[in-house]
T-cell receptor, first 114, second 112 residues
Framework: EAQVTQNPRYLITVTGKKLTVTCSQN?????MSWYRQDPGLGLRQIYY???????DKGDVPEGYKVSRKEKRNFPLILESPSPNQTSLYFC?????????????FGEGSWLTVV | KQEVTQIPAALSVPEGENLVLNCSFT??????LQWFRQDPGKGLTSLLL?????REQTSGRLNASLDKSSGRSTLYIAASQPGDSATYLC???????????FGTGTRLTIIP
């Protein structure tokens, strides 16, 4: 089954404690991306990756890091989380969004920073 | 900078009615426009994708149209059912990057 898997799904952490949200896809997709979803603001792109070792900033990259060492994995790293990073995070993948291919989303990761 | 707007933010209709959801965007230089469905606490599911050269796409009871020159798209849902209750989001991909710009969504409730 085609899947984008995120972990953890739910996390409460404290300010400044580094955390990583993992994302894995089993569809051999080249394109992967991270979004955050906040009430009234919709989904905003954090980072995206067009292929292995290629990553670019989205609209709201501050406070986040990513890596793409393998095609299937695209972890999101919060080096020093702050309360304004409390949000619902989604990972997504596709063969390429400008070529008419379906984009698949993970189930989301609820992150609370206290 | 591309901006995508969806109005209304919420909509309630009786079961069985046909309905239209609206999406507008400010920059017409797009590759495609997509409609997604999001159920509470869940991820997004792609419903329809319209390429910039197309005017509409259909899937079952759903029909999406695109008028690129006016920066508008509509999602038509025929014979609505309670299972259609969800938040519907549209998103566009601009030329020159792989970024999806999302609207804030319309929360649809179908009343049995």
């Amino acid at each position: 089954e085609a899947q984008v898997t995120q972990n953890p799904r739910y996390l409460i952490t404290v300010t400044g404690k580094k955390l990583t949200v993992t994302c894995s896809q089993n569809m051999n997709h080249e394109y992967m991306s991270w979004y955050r979803q906040d009430p009234g603001l919709g989904l905003r792109q954090i980072y995206y990756s067009m292929n292995v070792e290629v990553t670019d900033k989205g609209d709201v990259p501050e406070g986040y890091k990513v890596s793409r060492k393998e095609k299937r994995n695209f972890p999101l790293i919060l080096e020093s989380p702050s309360p304004n990073q409390t949000s619902l995070y989604f990972c997504a993948s596709s063969l390429g969004t400008n070529s008419g291919n379906t984009i698949y989303f993970g189930e989301g990761s609820w992150l609370t920073v206290v | 900078k591309q901006e995508v707007t969806q109005i209304p933010a919420a909509l309630s209709v009786p079961e069985g009615e046909n309905l239209v959801l609206n999406c507008s965007f400010t920059d017409s230089a797009i590759y495609n426009l997509q409609w997604f469905r999001q159920d509470p606490g869940k991820g997004l599911t792609s419903l329809l994708l319209i390429q910039s050269s197309q005017r509409e796409q259909t899937s079952g009871r759903l029909n999406a149209s695109l008028d690129k020159s006016s920066g508008r798209s509509t999602l038509y849902i025929a014979a609505s059912q309670p299972g259609d209750s969800a938040t519907y989001l549209c998103a566009v991909t601009n030329f020159g990057n792989e970024k999806l710009t999302f609207g804030t969504g319309t929360r649809l409730t179908i009343i049995p």
